[in-house]
């Protein structure tokens, strides 16, 4: 079974710094799909970015930016110039697609990003 | 577009009593549907998933139960609460197996 492993409980950045947050995974497919979550206090479940295995290049959406590294099985997400609101609870997320495998979530990373 | 509609948005329910959360889907036909469980602010548990009307999967054996009278609509309940029954439940629609998962605003429930 695939499993997500989210390595860091907290984490905390300085307003306008970058941060990056780890995620590991565990599978022996090839092919699949991973995604990074974004909670807010409200906590409502935010799509914040999306990394297809068989693309070798790492997706970026304006300040959010993944290190996918497949081999190693790594995808850390990167969050550049933080804001305040990039506070929130940030979940590693991953999906085969193949049989009938939900989403994976890992465990959380709580950011809070500081004035 | 597609939405996606849960309630209530919070809900008290005393040991013992029924419960009953649901979830509908517009803009789309034929989702995938989803109840995740999250407790004390950490990871999200999945509860039952549904490919189509009536197809119920569950990931944890317990007290809940899930059904799909209809296309878009998903349904959570439980006969009897438990008081480990408390915790913020989210519904989530997918289009396919492979594509990213949309969430209600959920619902937190407290089994007092």
């Known amino acids: 079974a695939q499993t997500v492993t989210q390595s860091q409980p907290e984490m905390s950045v300085q307003e306008a710094e970058t941060v990056t947050l780890s995620c590991t995974y565990d599978?022996?497919?090839?092919?699949?799909?991973l995604f990074w979550y974004k909670q807010p206090p409200s906590r409502q479940m935010i799509l914040v970015i999306r990394?297809?295995?068989?693309?070798?290049q790492n997706a970026t959406e304006n300040r959010f930016s993944v290190n996918f590294q497949k081999a190693a099985k790594s995808f850390s997400l990167k969050i550049s110039d933080s804001q305040l609101g990039d506070t929130a609870m940030y979940f590693c997320?991953?999906?085969?697609?193949?049989?009938?495998?939900?989403?994976?979530f890992g465990k959380g990373t709580r950011l809070s990003v500081i004035a | 577009s597609q939405t996606i509609h849960q309630w209530p948005a919070t809900l008290v329910q005393p040991v013992g009593s029924p419960l009953s959360l649901e979830c509908t889907v517009e803009?789309?036909?034929?989702?995938?549907l989803y109840w995740y469980r999250q407790a004390a602010g950490r990871g999200l548990q999945l509860l039952f998933y549904?490919?189509?009307?009536?197809?119920i999967s569950s990931e944890v054996p317990q007290n809940l139960s899930a059904s799909r009278p209809q296309d878009r609509q998903f349904i959570l309940s439980s006969k009897k609460l438990l008081l480990s029954d408390s915790g913020f439940y989210l519904c989530?629609?997918?289009?396919?197996?492979?594509?990213?998962?949309?969430f209600g605003n959920g619902t937190r429930l407290t089994v007092t």
């Open positions: 599978t022996s497919e090839n092919n699949y799909y």
């Open positions: 549904s490919v189509g009307i009536g197809q």
């Open positions: 997320a991953f999906m085969s697609p193949s049989g009938n495998t939900p989403l994976v």
């Open positions: 803009g789309t036909s034929n989702p995938n």
């Open positions: 990394q297809e295995a068989y693309k070798q």
């Open positions: 989530a629609w997918g289009r396919r197996q492979d594509s990213p998962l949309h």
